[in-house]
């Protein structure tokens, strides 16, 4: 398989590992904010208010810097949506036509009988 396959097939991995790295690094920049006094927090809320202020500064950083990852990540999942669909099409369709060669069979065996 070609590098550019294999980072398709792991498009949504790699896209939250990258998120989840940016949501920590601004985690850590919060968190050395308020230990050095920039950003005043105390008590249980203070680290409450650090990790949403983390939450915050991370969204955008990830939807402008893994804009490339999230368009792979779109096209690894529509490309299983669709390939599931086909199949179930596909199953679907098998399934109506041996329902309609037993009912043709009934039929035949009914006229014969008459």
Same mark, same amino acid.
């Given at each position: 398989?070609?590098?550019?396959? %294999? ?5 949504? $991995?790699?896209? !939250?590992? =990258?998120?989840? *790295? ?5 985690? $850590?920049?919060? $968190?050395? &904010? +308020? ?8 008590? %249980?809320?203070?680290?409450?208010? =650090?990790?949403? &202020? ?6 955008? $950083?990830?939807?402008? &810097? &893994? *804009?490339? %990852?999230? @368009?792979?990540?779109?096209? #690894?999942? !529509? !490309?299983?949506? !669709? +390939?599931?669909? *086909? ?7 098998? #399934?109506?036509?041996?329902? @309609?060669?037993? @009912? ?8 014969? %009988?008459?």
């Amino acid at each position: 398989m070609s590098s550019t396959g %294999q980072e398709k097939s792991h498009a949504t $991995l790699r896209y !939250t590992s =990258l998120r989840v *790295s940016i949501f920590l690094g601004c985690l $850590l920049v919060a $968190l050395l &904010l +308020g230990h050095f006094k920039i950003i005043p927090v105390s008590g %249980q809320a203070g680290v409450i208010f =650090l990790f949403l &202020l983390a939450a915050i500064a991370s969204a955008p $950083l990830s939807y402008v &810097l &893994l *804009s490339r %990852q999230r @368009d792979d990540m779109s096209a #690894q999942i !529509t !490309t299983k949506v !669709t +390939g599931l669909r *086909s199949r179930t099409a596909e199953r679907i369709a098998a #399934q109506n036509a041996e329902e @309609d060669a037993v @009912d043709e069979a009934a039929r035949t065996a009914a006229v014969r %009988q008459s």
